[in-house]
C-alpha cells in the first residue's frame, strides 16, 4: 500500500537549519510529484512547494524563496526538506503529500507531519 | 498567485444536517479544485477531486460541484465524525493554494 513515512519531531534553535524526510513506498516513486505543506500551531494549509522525482525540479512557494530546498534520493526513495534561517514563525507541522497522476491533479496520500519547534 | 476564499470559517450544525461549504478562485480554474478533511493531530485526507469526483474510500455523503471559479462542498447529513476542518486546494497553477479552512462543530 502507498506509504508516506516522515522522520521524527526536530527542535532548532533561532537561526539554525532543519532538514526533514519524508520516505515513500507502495508505488512507483519515479511517477508522482511530492509536495510539502507547512501548517503553524492553529493555523491553516500553506503549500511550499513541489519536486519532480524523475529529474528533481522543484517549484517554491514565493515566501520560502531563498531559504528552503528540496532534493530526492532516488535510490533510497526519500524526499528532503530542508529550511534555513529558521524563526519562531517556522514553528509549525510540516507533511509531504503526493500528487496523484489522474488530471486534474490533487494530492492523494499524506505522510503523517513532522513537527519542527523553533525555540532558543 | 491564484487566491482561493472559502466560507464559511466555521459552522455549528446537528446531526442529519446537510453542510454546505464554497470556495471561489480569484480566476477560472477549470475543476482544477479539490476537497480535504482534517482531524485535530491527523494529516488532511482528500475527500473530493476534480472538483466532483469522489476519492475511492470515501462515504457518499460528501459531495463536491463547481467548475470555473465557484465550487461548493456538501455533507447530506453529517455525521459525528465528520467534526473536522475542510480546506479546499486549487492545483490548476503553480503556486497550489488552500482556502481558509472551514471548522465544522455539532
Known amino acids: 500500500q502507498v506509504q508516506l513515512v516522515q522522520s521524527g519531531a526536530e527542535v532548532r534553535p533561532p537561526g539554525s537549519s532543519v532538514q526533514i524526510s519524508c520516505r515513500a513506498s507502495?508505488?512507483?516513486?519515479?511517477?508522482?510529484?511530492i509536495h510539502w505543506v507547512r501548517q503553524a500551531p492553529g493555523q491553516g494549509l500553506e503549500w511550499v512547494g513541489t519536486?519532480?522525482?524523475?529529474?528533481?525540479?522543484?517549484t517554491y512557494a514565493q515566501s520560502f524563496q531563498g531559504r528552503v530546498t528540496m532534493t530526492r534520493d532516488t535510490s533510497t526513495f526519500r524526499f528532503y526538506l530542508q529550511l534555513n534561517s529558521l524563526t519562531s514563525a517556522d514553528t509549525a507541522m510540516f507533511f509531504c503529500?503526493?500528487?496523484?497522476?489522474?488530471?486534474?491533479?490533487?494530492?492523494?496520500?499524506w505522510g503523517q507531519g513532522t513537527l519542527v519547534t523553533v525555540s532558543s | 498567485d491564484i487566491q482561493m476564499t472559502q466560507s464559511p470559517s466555521s459552522l455549528s450544525a446537528s446531526v442529519g444536517d446537510r453542510v454546505t461549504i464554497t470556495c471561489q478562485a480569484r480566476?477560472?480554474?477549470?475543476?482544477?479544485l479539490s476537497w480535504y478533511q482534517q482531524k485535530p493531530g491527523r494529516a488532511p485526507q482528500l475527500l473530493i477531486y476534480?472538483?466532483?469526483k469522489l476519492q475511492t474510500g470515501v462515504p457518499s455523503r460528501f459531495s463536491g460541484s463547481g467548475s470555473g471559479a465557484d465550487f461548493t462542498f456538501t455533507i447530506s447529513g453529517l455525521q459525528p465524525e465528520d467534526i473536522a476542518t475542510y480546506y479546499c486546494?486549487?492545483?490548476?497553477?503553480?503556486?497550489?493554494?488552500f482556502g481558509q479552512g472551514t471548522r465544522v462543530e455539532i
Open positions: 503529500a503526493r500528487e496523484m497522476v489522474e488530471i486534474p491533479s490533487s494530492l492523494d496520500y
Open positions: 507502495g508505488y512507483t516513486v519515479t511517477a508522482y510529484y
Open positions: 519536486i519532480s522525482p524523475s529529474d528533481g525540479t522543484t
Open positions: 480566476q477560472d480554474i477549470g475543476n482544477y
Open positions: 476534480a472538483a466532483s
Open positions: 486546494l486549487q492545483s490548476d497553477d503553480l503556486p497550489y493554494t
